[in-house]
């Protein structure tokens, strides 16, 4: 799932904001793993990258994304409020994604599929 730049007002700490824009020897982004509490207030553990296309970015829910969007009934098109807070454990970064409106004519292309990939370059 992609959380565009515009939309994404997440809080994070200045060590979470220095790994997302990191790459990783094969040029590939960082991740940091976080909490994702789903409709159906079953939690996931997935990775939040940061994902670059041309001169802008986004967030992008990653490593489990389509097994929560399946097993949630998500699909293309709905409707999604996503939280954002910290566990109280230990702080971590956490997600609440709340259906707001499912999408009355899915296409049963998974949100974050593969085939909606855009080509994805280093951040300005």
């Known amino acids: ?7 994404s007002t997440l809080a994070l700490t200045d060590a979470e ?22 409709p159906s207030l ?3 553990e997935l990775a939040l990258k940061k994902w670059c ?6 967030y992008v829910l990653c490593d489990g ?3 929560l969007a399946k ?6 098109g709905d409707i999604l409020q996503v939280w954002s807070f910290r566990m109280e454990k230990d702080a971590r970064l ?3 994604i ?3 409106q499912p999408n009355t004519n899915p296409t049963h292309i998974l949100p974050g599929s593969r085939g909606e990939e855009r080509k994805r370059r280093r951040c300005p």
């Open 98 to 100: 709340v259906q707001l």
């Open 17 to 38: 904001k220095d790994t997302l824009a990191c790459r990783d020897t094969k040029g590939k982004p960082k991740e940091i793993y976080i909490q994702v509490i789903d």
């Open 1 to 7: 799932m992609s959380m565009p730049r515009k939309m």
């Open 42 to 44: 079953r939690r996931w």
């Open 94 to 96: 956490a997600f609440a």
């Open 53 to 58: 296309y041309g001169t802008t970015w986004s």
């Open 71 to 76: 097993h949630s009934g998500l699909v293309k």
């Open 65 to 67: 994304w389509n097994k």
